[in-house]
Structure formats: C-alpha cells, structure tokens
T-cell receptor, first 115, second 115 residues
Framework: AQKITQTQPGMFVQEKEAVTLDCTYD???????LFWYKQPSSGEMIFLIY??????QNATEGRYSLNFQKARKSANLVISASQLGDSAMYFC????????????FGSGTQLTVLP | DAGVIQSPRHEVTEMGQEVTLRCKPI?????LFWYRQTMMRGLELLIY??????IDDSGMPEDRFSAKMPNASFSTLKIQPSEPRDSAVYFC?????WGGGTEAFFGQGTRLTVV
C-alpha cells in the first residue's frame, strides 16, 4: 500500500519569498510518480508538477520545483517568489506505475501568502 | 478542450433522496476517477474506470453508492438513499492512456449537502 504524509497543516509565507511544502511517501514499488496539486478556495484541483521515480533531475514548472530525494522518500514542493494568488491548499499525491492508476493523496497543506 | 465537466456544482438534498452526480471526461481520456473530499478523511478514491469498465470500486463506501460509465464521454455517481454523512465534495477526474500523459485532470467538483 502507498502512503503520503504531509506534516504541515498550515504554512505562512511573506509575498515574494520562497516556501517549501513537505511531502514524504512510502511505497515498496520501484516505479512510481509523484504529483502536486493546488486547490484554491474555489475548490477545483489544479495540477502543478510531476516527478517520475526514475527521473534523475528535479522537475521544474515555472515558479514551482520539486525537490526529489529518493533515498529519503521525500518530494517537497518549492514555490519561489510567492504571490498572493498562491494562497491555497496544496496536496501531494503518488501513483504507482502499473495496473493501479489511481492517485493516493496526502492530507494537504494550507498555504497563506501574506502581503 | 473544456476540461472535465461536472454537474451540478452544488446539490442540496434531503436525507433519503436519490442523488445523481454527473461527469464528462476530457475527450480521448480512457481513465475516469471518482473521488470524495471531506475534512475528516481528505481525498478518497471511490472508484475508477478504464475504457468504461470499472476496475476498482473498493473505495465505494456502501451499497448505497453506485457508479456507471455507459460510454467514453459520460459517467454518473449515484447515492440512494442519501444520508447526511454523505455530505462532501465529489470530484471526477480523467487521465489519458498510458504514455499519453501523466497527470489526472480534475473537474470543479460537486458540493453535496444532505440535510
């Protein structure tokens, strides 16, 4: 079974600063994918970034980067130059490659960007 | 593409009534997922389909819940009879075929309130 742990229920960051949202995972599978989704107050789930377990380089998408440390089983999301619009709930998720195609989600981190 | 479309966006119903939630996945996607989000349990996978066939319904909480996918462009999640503890946000998501994209795209969700 897979498990995702997000230990920070809430985080605050000053506008324009960088922030790291923690995510650790547990799986016995060797092939898997790690995802981050953003859920603003309007409720929709927005895909941010993906990291494959065999990817040698950390994924980046604009201001988002994923700090992937395979040995430590961590996949932290780094948001650079925070903006007020980044205030949202952030979910880390994992999918094991193979027959099971569903995502397993962490409990989320509520990020608040302060002006 | 318009993305994953869910209807209704909000539903308020009385206990005991039948509720049907609807989802139109992204054209060409062959995986469809139904998730439920609550404060207590976070995001839970209820059921997912591949090529219109239910693959894993182990997350469906009770026999009161049923899901169908009569064709590639439409799925329903039905609760009969509904109970107050079914109140949650229900998300539908779809994903492309293997090798055709990694992330699942979510609809905007249906907020269900059972009174």
């Amino acid at each position: 079974a897979q498990k995702i742990t997000q230990t920070q229920p809430g985080m605050f960051v000053q506008e324009k600063e960088a922030v790291t949202l923690d995510c650790t995972y547990d799986t016995s599978d060797q092939s898997y994918g790690l995802f981050w989704y953003k859920q603003p107050s309007s409720g929709e789930m927005i895909f941010l970034i993906y990291q494959g377990s065999y990817d040698e380089q950390n994924a980046t998408e604009g201001r988002y980067s994923l700090n992937f440390q395979k040995a430590r089983k961590s996949a932290n999301l780094v948001i650079s130059a925070s903006q007020l619009g980044d205030s949202a709930m952030y979910f880390c998720a994992m999918r094991v490659t193979g027959s099971a195609r569903q995502l397993t989600f962490g409990s989320g981190t509520q990020l608040t960007v302060l002006p | 593409d318009a993305g994953v479309i869910q209807s209704p966006r909000h539903e308020v119903t009385e206990m005991g009534q039948e509720v049907t939630l609807r989802c139109k996945p992204i054209s060409g996607h062959d995986y469809l997922f139904w998730y439920r989000q609550t404060m207590m349990r976070g995001l839970e996978l209820l059921i997912y389909f591949n090529n219109n066939v239910p693959i894993d319904d182990s997350g469906m909480p009770e026999d009161r819940f049923s899901a169908k996918m009569p064709n590639a462009s439409f799925s329903t999640l039905k609760i009969q009879p509904s109970e107050p503890r079914d109140s949650a946000v229900y998300f539908c998501a779809s994903k492309g075929p293997w090798g055709g994209g990694t992330e699942a795209f979510f609809g905007q969700g249906t907020r269900l309130t059972v009174v």
